[in-house]
């Protein structure tokens, strides 16, 4: 239904990140149990629309990399995909381990110097996930291979353009300068290979919470995480992560620009709203109509003489 001057978004993707999955239903710090706010999430990717073309979970998918982590990662995930007919792209982060990464989730073999760098075509849409891991440490690299790798991948333009999907997102950390520490190295090393290519956006997470910037021109938005989020504005803390306002971020790509919208995983009291089926109403006005039931401050839906069943 468009109801304004835009078309539908030609894809969507479901931007997640940091879910740290334990095995066992461990709980993170013996408090947060990362395997609710995942589940969470994508109940509510569930029930939107439109709906997503692709997941990509940017890293930090299994907190000790754990393989029973990794397949009860593939349980909550890949059957929503499937139902959904969306493609699933996973991306290394700092607490993955590249080995049971690799096969766990991919059926293969890799030793800890094979990064875990993947092209997938989403109807015509590029996402490339690339591995900013560095084994045994928190921080992000790229390797003068994996450079010279995602140059030639990106060689050629695809036909909606692409994705850069990685953990270690290349852009300042104001609000939270211990993460500085641990962000991607040598970032000026990336700029250069994505200098005049079809990226269209980056998409990142490790912070455990949103944020945007841009990077060589092109835009970049990190997600929350599902498990626990850093407050960014703590009292009297250098670091502070806390079990709330988990959020994930959905991204609409349009022909000419890619909007990122903040979604959180839970739900909050209502205090006002209308219920479902007044969409299929406002759809058969004519926009004339809409304009003066929905925009004009003194039409009867605001002065209190249109009362609608189910509204709040």
């Not at 509510?44 to 393989?67: M, S």
């Not at 989730?105 to 591995?131: C, K, M, N, W, Y």
């Not at 959180?264 to 209308?274: N, T, Y």
Request: charged share 20%.
């Amino acid at each position: 239904m468009q109801l304004g001057q835009y078309p539908p978004p030609r894809h969507t993707v479901a931007h997640l990140s940091d879910p740290h999955l334990l095995a066992g239903g461990a709980k993170q710090y013996g408090v947060v149990d990362t395997e609710i706010g995942l589940a969470l999430a994508l109940a509510r990717i569930a029930r939107l629309d439109p709906l997503p073309h692709a997941l990509v979970l940017t890293g930090d998918l299994a907190d000790k990399a754990e393989p029973a982590a990794y397949a009860r990662l593939r349980e909550l995930v890949e059957p929503l995909a499937h139902e959904l007919g969306a493609e699933v792209v996973w991306v290394m982060g700092n607490h993955d381990e590249r080995a049971s990464y690799a096969a766990e989730l991919f059926g293969a073999e890799a030793p800890d110097e094979q990064t875990q760098d993947r092209v997938h075509d989403v109807a015509g849409l590029r996402i490339v996930s690339l591995d900013t891991s560095v084994p045994g440490y928190h921080h992000g690299e790229i390797t003068d291979d994996q450079l010279a790798w995602l140059a030639d991948a990106l060689a050629t333009p695809a036909p909606y353009g692409t994705l850069l999907a990685m953990h270690h997102p290349p852009i300042p950390i104001p609000m939270m300068p211990a993460a500085e520490v641990i962000e991607l190295y040598d970032q000026h090393r990336l700029a250069e290979v994505l200098d005049g290519t079809d990226v269209r956006a980056i998409l990142g997470g490790h912070f455990h919470y949103s944020t945007y910037s841009t990077f060589a021109g092109i835009p970049v938005s990190v997600a929350s995480a599902t498990c626990y989020t850093s407050d960014p504005a703590p009292l009297a803390r250098f670091v502070s992560g806390v079990d709330g306002h988990q959020a994930m971020t959905m991204v609409h790509l349009y022909d000419d620009r890619v909007v990122h919208t903040i979604v959180p995983v839970d739900e909050a009291q209502e205090v006002s709203g209308f219920p479902s089926d007044v969409r299929a109403q406002v759809a058969a006005m004519s926009p004339d109509e809409r304009r003066e039931l929905l925009s004009r401050k003194d039409s009867p839906l605001y002065t209190g003489e249109l009362t609608i069943p189910g509204a709040i």
